[in-house]
């Protein structure tokens, strides 16, 4: 039996270190991806706010990246409306419960939501009959109520990753893909 001489173990050892480092950069990209992934969260959240005389449906983007909106619909009474909560407002709740007066900002597929932005979905200021009535439909505050509308909105962040939110679902957004 030969023994081996230094040249083979260099080679071996170099082999080794060669092999070494590419797991150590496959393994770095990964964390790399994975951080720049995180880079750009966008985090969704609904959020009510109300007073005696003032009633707020808010959406808030909490995350770190802008949140593309893809789609957004609201289940009532076993169906759903391709509807934002404004256009829901306009066309199911005052014809029930005439709201005679409110304002608020549509979100539709497509609109950009930047980090650290809060948008007035529906509100009504300075008007107790229909900032209470807004509330009792928006913020399930409103036990008597047996059917409330559950909003739902799917988001993207800039690398195509997809969340879902719900009003009165979950607390947190869901990912999708």
């Known amino acids: 039996m030969k023994k081996w001489s230094s040249d083979r173990w260099i080679s071996i050892v170099a082999i080794v270190a060669s092999l070494g480092t590419l ?3 496959i393994y770095q990209t990964d964390i790399f991806r994975k951080q720049q992934y995180a880079s750009v969260l966008p985090y969704l959240e609904l959020w009510n706010s109300s007073n005696n005389d003032s ?3 808010i ?3 909490n995350g770190i990246g802008p949140a593309f909106i893809e789609e957004v619909s609201i289940l009532y ?3 759903v409306y391709q509807l934002d909560p404004a256009e829901f407002t306009r066309n199911v709740v005052d014809p029930i419960d005439t709201i005679t007066r409110f304002g608020h900002s549509n979100i ?3 609109r950009l939501v930047p980090a650290g932005t809060q948008i007035n979905l529906v509100q009504a200021l300075d008007d107790s009959t229909n900032a209470t ?4 439909w928006f913020s399930g505050g409103d036990t008597t109520r047996v059917h409330r509308p559950e909003i739902e909105i799917i988001y993207a ?3 195509g990753e997809r969340w879902k939110i719900q009003k009165y679902g979950t607390d947190q957004p869901i990912k999708l893909d």
Not at 133 to 136: E, G
């Open 133 to 136: 009535k807004l509330w009792s």
């Open 77 to 79: 009474k076993d169906s």
């Open 59 to 61: 959406l808030i983007n």
């Open 23 to 25: 797991f150590t950069i």
């Open 55 to 57: 009633y707020r449906l």
């Open 157 to 159: 962040s800039v690398y």
């Open 108 to 110: 539709r597929k497509g």
